[in-house]
């Protein structure tokens, strides 16, 4: 399902891309992410990469439909876990590969990485003041695919601390989020230029384990972008 709606956005940005009033360009930034739900009071904040691409494709005089295609890195930090026990049972009943086993182990700066491809399919209100300035407003959903997720953080058992990095298996591989957000258009060296912000959150659960954790990702984004 993945690799088909991947080839399936590529033939859409592609086809479109012919038509001369297609805007496209590059976009990047800095994810804020973290959990939501009732498991997910001991997460706060991480922050990740976002960028990627994107198309603009014009409706009317206001409106504009941008689909984009982003690497996005999202999950959630939570420091000092209470133990070794509580934590291994967060990520799906498995001891961590480097934890010392025995004993009473504590964790420190426990970090959960999620790697995805998203693909926020935006309806964006335009307020022009030029032929580039202009005020955006815009909102939809993003499907994401999971690339990869990873458990990492270090851990103090008997006086020594051990480095633990290890790939969560059981989550869900596909995320749907709602997204909306704002942004400003300027010209930038004979280029159109753009500065967003974005907020997102997950409708489920990442969690597909037995343990069944209600945690949601959740983001904001600062996103700066060029247009060609």
């Known amino acids: 399902m993945k690799k088909s709606s991947l080839i399936l956005f590529s033939i859409i940005f592609l086809t479109i891309s012919i038509n001369a009033q297609i805007k496209y360009?590059?976009?990047?930034?800095?994810?804020?992410?973290?959990?939501?739900?009732?498991?997910?009071?001991?997460?706060?904040?991480r922050t990740g990469l976002s960028a990627g691409a994107f198309l603009e494709y014009p409706i009317n005089e206001y409106f504009s439909f941008?689909?984009?295609l982003l690497y996005s890195v999202k999950g959630?930090?939570?420091?000092?876990q209470?133990?070794?026990?509580?934590?291994?049972?967060?990520?799906?009943?498995?001891?961590?590969t480097g934890a010392v086993s025995g004993g009473v182990d504590f964790a420190y700066d426990v970090d959960e990485k999620y790697e995805y491809v998203d693909i926020p399919l935006f309806l964006n209100y335009s307020l022009k003041f030029g032929k580039?300035?202009?005020?955006?407003?815009?909102?939809?959903?993003?499907?994401?695919?999971?690339?990869?997720a990873q458990y990492i953080g270090k851990f103090n058992s008997s006086g020594s601390l051990a480095d633990v990095t290890q790939t969560i298996s059981d989550q869900k591989k596909l995320d749907l989020v709602f997204v909306f957000g704002?942004?400003?258009?300027?010209?930038?060296v004979k280029h159109e230029a753009a500065v967003s912000f974005r907020y997102g959150f997950g409708f489920s659960p990442?969690?597909?384990?037995?343990?069944?954790?209600?945690v949601k990702n959740s983001y904001f984004s600062v996103?700066?972008?060029v247009f060609f």
């Open 182 to 188: 704002g942004g400003v258009g300027f010209e930038l």
């Open 25 to 45: 360009g590059v976009t990047g930034g800095a994810n804020f992410s973290k959990f939501i739900g009732k498991d997910s009071r001991n997460f706060n904040f």
């Open 223 to 225: 996103m700066a972008g």
């Open 66 to 68: 941008i689909p984009q």
């Open 132 to 148: 580039t300035d202009r005020i955006m407003a815009f909102a939809g959903p993003s499907v994401n695919f999971l690339l990869r």
């Open 206 to 214: 990442v969690d597909d384990s037995v343990h069944g954790y209600d």
């Open 76 to 80: 959630a930090f939570s420091p000092a």
């Open 82 to 96: 209470p133990s070794l026990a509580t934590t291994a049972k967060r990520i799906k009943g498995n001891t961590p």
